[in-house]
C-alpha cells in the first residue's frame, strides 16, 4: 500500500494541480482531501463539479488500483446533493464489488462537518498489467 | 448570448485553472476546447478523467445557464471510452430536454480527430434567479 | 407509512406485474422484494436489468414518497455487479439528502444470502401535492 | 441479424412478459416498441420508469449482442424527461464506442408524436461465447 501511496501522490499530475492529497490507501479502499481555494470555485461561487469530481475519481482511481492490477474508469455517476463553498472536501472510496475483469466503487465526498456534498459510483475495468513496473 | 459568454470566461476559476476555453454560446448549446498539457494526465500517463469530466461539465454548466436563469448540475453520468494522451479536445453540449425546472444536457468529448473520447449526460436544476446581475 | 404502503401495494400496477411485493416503509426508506419466477429471465438465462431495475425503482419511488408528498423520479443510475438465475431479490432504498425539491436516495439489490446483485442510485424532484388524496 | 431478432424475440421472456416488440436489429442497433397498457403504470397513473427502462435496456442489449458474441450489461444510466400515459413508446439503441471488451449505447424513448420520454446509457462486457450455438 505505501507503494501504490507513493505512486499515485507522486504520478497522478492533475490531481496534484487540482490540490488533493492523499490519506491513506487500503485494499480496495482510499481517503483523499482537497482543501477548498478561491480558484476552485465556479461562477456561482461554490466548489466546481469538476473539483469535487476530480476528488471523487482520484479516490476512486487509488482503491481501484489498490490491487496492484491496472484498473481504468469506464463509467462513472455522481449526485450533487449540497454546494460546498470553504473548507475541506473528504472523499472515502470503498469497493462494492470486484471480480477478475471488474470493480464497482463508491465514494461519499463531505466537508469538514460531515455533510453530504456528493455521492459518486465507478465502475473500472481491470488489465492484467501490473501498475507498478 | 456574449454577456454569458464574458460571464463564464472571467467567472469560472477551476475551468480557467484546468485550461479551458469556452469557444461559442448558444440557446442550450455550449462549445469549448482543452489543449492538453502534461499536467491534464493521470498515473498512467492518459488523460485525467477529473480534466476530461470537468471540460465536460463546464460545457454542460454554460448549455444549462444559457437561458439566463441559474441553473445548478444535479447529477452527471459519464462513459469513458476511449484514453486520449495528447492533442486538443473538444466538448459539444447540447439540450436534449427543459421544462421550467430542469434540464437535461448531453455532451460528447472528441479529440482532434473526431474520435469519441468521453460521452456525458447531465440533470440541472433551474432557480428563478437571473444569473447575471 | 400504512397508508404509503397500502396506497403502493394496490396503485402501482406495473410492479404487481413484475411480481415485486412491498415489505416495508419508513422515513425515507423502503424495503421490497421479488421471487425469482422464469418469466423474470433474459435470454441468457439470467434475471432480466429491467426486473432487478423495477424492483429498485419500486423501492426508490416507495421511499422518496415517504414523505408523504408526490416524488418523481428524474435520474437513476445503476450498476449491475453479478447475475441472479433464481432465488429471491431484496431492495433497501435509503435516503442519502433530502430538501425541499431535490432528494438522492441509494438502492442495494441483495439475492437471499446477501450477495450484492446490482447497486441503485436515483435523484426525485418533490412535488407539492400531497400523494394520497 | 434474423437469427439475433429471433433469439431475443423468442428467448427474453421478461420483455415478452412486459409487452415489449423488437421491430429491427442492425449491427450496434435495435429497435423495440412498447404499448402502454394499464398494467405498465405506476401509482401515480404514469408509465412506470420500471417499464421504460426495460423497453431501453432490453433495445440496448440486443444492439449489444448484435455482433454475435455475448454481452451483459454492467451499468446504464437513465434521465427520465417527460411522463407518459398512453400511446405507444419506441426506443432506439445505438453504439457510440466499441472494443474487444467493452461496447457503450445510447437509447432514446420516444412517444408516438415523436417527443423524448427517457435517454438512457449503457455500457457493456463482452465475452467471448457466441450468442447462439
Request: glycine share 10%; net charge neutral.
Amino acid at each position: 500500500m505505501d507503494q501504490i501511496k507513493k505512486f499515485f501522490t507522486e504520478q497522478d499530475q492533475f490531481a496534484q494541480h487540482s490540490g488533493i492529497e492523499l490519506l491513506k490507501v487500503d485494499a480496495g479502499k482510499a481517503w483523499a482531501k482537497l482543501e477548498i481555494q478561491p480558484w476552485h470555485l465556479n461562477g456561482a461561487g461554490t466548489v466546481h463539479g469538476g473539483a469535487t469530481f476530480t476528488l471523487a475519481d482520484f479516490a476512486f482511481a487509488v482503491a481501484a488500483n489498490s490491487h496492484g492490477t491496472l484498473a481504468m474508469g469506464i463509467n462513472t455517476s455522481t449526485s450533487f446533493v449540497n454546494p460546498a463553498t470553504s473548507g475541506t472536501l473528504f472523499a472515502a472510496a470503498e469497493e462494492i464489488s470486484l471480480n477478475n475483469k471488474l470493480g464497482s466503487y463508491q465514494v461519499r465526498i463531505t466537508d469538514q462537518d460531515g455533510r453530504l456534498i456528493a455521492q459518486f459510483q465507478g465502475t473500472a475495468y481491470r488489465k492484467s498489467n501490473a501498475i507498478l513496473a
